[in-house]
């Protein structure tokens, strides 16, 4: 398929899972063009490197590069009556889903992939960042830019590449992984999936993907990734459960979780193909117990990679996180204010007892945004329960992204659900006056936490300068 990707157009090329597959054509030698909606700094990014980036949609813009492209990379979220696809369908171009394109990438790689209802974009950037402390450089896309580089993917000179694999559509069945890692399987995107059972069967056709001799890596205290390494361990899949509970051949127990410092330490057992144990300690400089978990999968999947363990250790306790996994955005008149990309209520849930102790004994007070509309239709009761772990909750209206409303379906489902007083609860439908409300709510020593998967990120740096107005 290497042909075929000379030339690339990619609609949507300012998204996290296009921009990283952009990077990478680039980094190649490949002539590369697109479209996004808007500028973004992704967009000015992609520009800086070469590539021909359009604003808005039209036919004309796949005529940006000379000959135009021998292939366009699409994803999910286009619409077939996108004019760009519709031009090349009627140009006979051959169109690719963003994952075709990944997979074709990915030849000639040893291949790991992280997949999982949530934690995927974590610890795939914790197994890339452990390997770059091994002196190994692999290539990686990641739907989520890496601290330590300010980057979603890269062009390595390894011949290991690590991929965040992608369940929401399915499209992670196009990769061959020699190592996947899940790290959990719990009721998501049911939008396309139809019903849970469906959900979960795709997750065992991934794993049906592992190449021979290859590994799967489960965390086995979540019930469906347990099941699934039942499951795949029955089809005589080389397994290695990781968690509280994980036992047996290749084992890592996690024995304790301390919070550390904005971190952790946690202290886990090994155990090897012979049964043999070992004690060892893993640190991790970002908090809460599912990111410790998340180091060991990266810190097995490293050794299986065949990494030296001392520096996987040294890189998962140097790992700086994730644009948009308890980012930082800044602090005003004594107020610590962070932003998170969690948008399922499992990840919610977590998040919060994870900003917790880092609040220390201040306030956690939360600015939620709902993604899509089935989702919040099908959750908004875990969503309310979630959302009771935080002191203060301001509800935001859905976000959209690739669905149209709902009748009905607003983030007022989701408010109604969360107990705690009313007076706690705040529903605010208009962008422009979450700031003045969190600053008004806001005391010296609490933490505000932005949260969503949509455009409630862009909170952050606004509720900064608000809270820098109170002070002065």
């Known amino acids: 398929m290497s042909g075929v990707l000379d030339r690339v157009h990619l609609v949507g090329i300012g998204g996290a899972g296009m921009s990283g597959i952009a990077r990478i054509l680039l980094a190649r030698g490949g002539a590369v063009s697109g479209s996004d909606a808007k500028d973004s700094r992704t967009v000015l990014a992609l520009r800086a490197q070469g590539a021909h980036v359009a604003v808005g949609h039209d036919g004309a813009n796949l005529d940006q590069v000379d000959g135009g492209p021998t292939a366009v990379v699409v994803s999910t979220a286009i619409r077939e009556e996108n004019p760009e696809l519709a031009e090349a369908r009627r140009r006979g171009i051959v169109v690719l889903r963003r994952a075709e394109a990944l997979a074709a990438l990915m030849d000639g790689h040893r291949v790991a992939c992280v997949a999982g209802t949530h934690g995927k974009t974590s610890t795939t950037s914790m197994l890339t960042v452990a390997l770059q402390h091994c002196r190994v450089d692999p290539s990686f896309a990641i739907g989520g830019d890496l601290n330590e580089s300010g980057a979603n993917a890269h062009q390595g000179s390894g011949g290991v590449f690590v991929a965040e694999a992608d369940e929401s559509d399915g499209s992670f069945l196009f990769f061959s992984p020699s190592i996947a890692v899940v790290t959990n399987v719990e009721a998501d995107h049911l939008d396309h999936h139809g019903t849970v059972e469906a959900y979960v069967a795709v997750f065992d056709s991934f794993v049906e993907r592992v190449e021979p001799g290859g590994v799967l890596i489960a965390c086995v ?47 886990v057992e090994l155990t090897d193909e012979h049964g043999e144990v070992e004690k060892i300690e893993v640190r991790v400089a970002v908090p809460g117990e599912h990111m410790a978990g998340n180091a060991v999968a990266a810190l097995l999947a490293g050794l299986e990679l065949g990494a030296d363990r001392a520096g996987l250790l040294e890189g998962l306790a140097a790992f700086g996180g994730v644009r948009r996994r308890f980012e930082f955005r800044g602090r005003a008149d004594g107020v610590r204010v962070y932003d998170d990309y969690a948008h399922h209520p499992t990840e919610v849930d977590a998040q919060l007892r994870a900003a917790r102790p880092v609040a220390g004994e201040g306030r956690l007070i939360v600015v939620f945004q709902p993604h899509l509309y089935s989702r919040t239709r099908i959750f908004a009761t875990e969503f309310g329960a979630a959302l009771g772990l935080a002191d203060e909750v301001v509800v935001l209206d859905v976000y959209g992204a690739r669905e149209d409303p709902e009748p009905g379906v607003t983030g007022e489902l989701v408010a109604e659900a969360v107990p705690l007083p009313p007076e706690r609860v705040h529903r605010e439908s208009s962008f422009d006056r979450v700031p003045e409300l969190v600053a008004g709510l806001a005391r010296s020593g609490d933490l505000v936490l932005t949260m969503g998967a949509g455009d409630v990120t862009m909170l952050g740096p606004e509720i900064v300068t608000a809270l820098q107005q109170r002070e002065s």
């Open 221 to 267: 205290d979540d019930p469906g990734a347990a099941a699934l390494a039942r499951r795949a361990a029955e089809r005589g899949v080389r397994v290695r459960p990781y968690g509280r509970t994980a036992s047996g051949p290749g084992a890592a127990r996690l024995l304790e979780h301390r919070p550390d410092d904005g971190g952790g330490l946690a202290s």
